[in-house]
Each structure stands twice: as structure tokens, then as C-alpha cells.
């Protein structure tokens, strides 16, 4: 680990590698160019079956990188096992994904966001698409989609307002503060949580971003800092893995025995804001679906619509 300017804070950027020689190199320089110089970057290779590694050997020259190769353990363990081997003087964290890139003031910008927020266990910036080249990709439609957050307020789904911080309720409805290559955690505080749960597949990041918003905010910074590549090989691109995983976000978080009182009624307003939102929605395509005289239709969207304000709580099937 490389030392940075006079009163720099130690980021550590733990880099899971999977079969992803493509894009690491390009990954790697977008971090060493970063203008907060004080990095601690750990790539650990989970047992790729490609040369990544030896991309990231030939790397190597730059003192604040280090390459760790491993059996395949997923990508939760991985990001586990990069965590505890940080150095014990390493303040931050970014969990960033091998073929995701970051700006060059993404790091000084979000430490910037933290030094002013104590009581924020993290912060967050925004991510558009790339694509395999590192072209654009989507006219800025990840962008709007992480912007359209939403909470329940007084029993309604109102917007988030650009920059306001994600809290316990919003994050336990929806994940909109991905990926986690924009995302600056405290060490204590992912330390706190113990790290991320490897019996999820693709939902550990949000699982533990739910966990961590019980200890306090995370952070607004409303700018485009990171290029969240989009291919073939995404595994959020998984839509029947995706909604068993989202089940069990919700089933675990709400029947949690870390939740306060206050995190217990918090979530049963947000739960039951949001089913009611649903019922409301799905009602209202229910009669415009029988204006064209579409009554199969109709009642299909009305029974999804009435099992929305059936479901009070998640069910307990779903976190096991």
C-alpha cells in the first residue's frame, strides 16, 4: 500500500475477478488514475479459468496493487475475504465490480461527502451504462432509473429528492443504489455488519447495504461518476434468480432480530405503503383493461391486484 498526500484517508478497493480479462486492465487504470492517490487496490481472482490474473500481474508495478488468487468461493466470500485482508489502517471501502469504471474524482469526491457527514456509514455516486467497448450505452437510462427512487411517506410512494440520503425504509423496498463500484463504505461500519451474507448470489450488496442503514444513512452525491458496463455475462441479468433474491431481502430484513422498535413500525409502514401503491396501480390497469372489453385481462390484474393488499408482511418462506 502505497502512501498518498499529507492527510489523505486509506481507501481500499477490493476487486472480485472473475473470467474477466476483457475488461480488468481497463478496470485497474480508471483506479490508479484516481486523484486521491492514498489506495489500497486488493484484486482477488476467484478462480477464473481465463488470464485476468496475468493481466493484473503485469500490473503489479504500481506499489498500491496486490493480486490474490483463490479457489471459487462466489462473489460474497470474495468480497469477504478482500475486506479482511485490508490493512488495519484503511478507512474505506469500495466493493468495485472487475469491468465497471470510475471516474478519477470518485474517490476524493465521496470522501469529501463522508468527512462531512459523520454520522453517514457510506455515500453514494451515480452510474450510467457502458457498453463492451466503454461506449455509452442506454441515453443515460440507468442513470434516471437510479434517480427514481421512491419511500413511503404518511402511506404513500412519494420520490426521493436528488441527493437526500437512502435510509432503513427506502433501501429495504428497492435497491437503486447499485452497482457497488459507486459506493464508499466506512470500514467500521461494513466491519460492524460483518461483512456480506454468501447465500445470496447477486442480491449480497443490497442485503448488506439494507443491514448497514440500520447503523445510519448513506450519503446522495447526484453525479454520474461511474460506467456500469452492461454485456452478456451480467449476472443481474438473471430475472428468476433476481426476484428469489428480492423475497428474501425483504423476508429477512423484516423479521430481523438486529431491528429496533423504531426499525420494526418503519418497515411496517414502508411494507404496507407500498402494497397498497401496488393495489392502487394494478387496480386502475384492472378498468382500463375493460374499456376495450379485455375481461380476462381485467381479472387477471384485479386478483394481482387484491393479493397485493393481502400480503402484510412478506412471507417467511421467502428468507429460507
Known sequence: MAEGRAGEATIGIVIPLYNGARHIADTLRSVLAQTHSALEVIV??????DDGAEIVRSMLGDPRLTLVQKR??????????GLALLADGTEYV??????????????????DVLDRRPDAVG???IADWIDADSAP????????????????????????????????????????????????LRRSAIDAIGGFDPSYRVADDWDALVRLSRLGPIAALDEILVG????????????????????????RTYSSADNSPADRRAL?????????????????AAR?????????????????????????????????
Open 228 to 251: 456500469y458496463r452492461r454485456h452478456g455475462a451480467n449476472a443481474s441479468g438473471d430475472t428468476a434468480l433476481n426476484v428469489r433474491e428480492s423475497r428474501a431481502v425483504w423476508a
Open 94 to 111: 469500495i466493493f468495485l465490480d472487475h469491468d465497471d469504471l470510475i471516474a478519477p474524482d470518485l474517490c476524493a469526491r465521496l470522501c
Open 137 to 184: 450505452l442506454g441515453d443515460g437510462e440507468f442513470a434516471r432509473f437510479m434517480r427514481q427512487r421512491e419511500i413511503v411517506r404518511d402511506g404513500r410512494v412519494v420520490p426521493v429528492a436528488p441527493g437526500e440520503d437512502a435510509t432503513l425504509p427506502e433501501l429495504f423496498l428497492a435497491n437503486h443504489l447499485y452497482p457497488p463500484s459507486g459506493i464508499l
Open 72 to 81: 471459487n468461493e462466489g462473489i460474497a466470500r470474495t468480497r469477504n475475504a
Open 268 to 284: 411496517q409502514a414502508a411494507w404496507r405503503g407500498m402494497q397498497r401503491h401496488k393495489f392502487r396501480v394494478k387496480s386502475e
Open 123 to 125: 455515500a453514494f455516486a
Open 288 to 320: 382500463r383493461a375493460l374499456r376495450p372489453g379485455r375481461l380476462l385481462a381485467a381479472c387477471r390484474l384485479q386478483l394481482d391486484a387484491l393479493a397485493h393488499l393481502a400480503l402484510i408482511r412478506p412471507l417467511r418462506r421467502w428468507g429460507r
Open 44 to 49: 482477488l481472482d476467484d478462480g477464473s479459468s
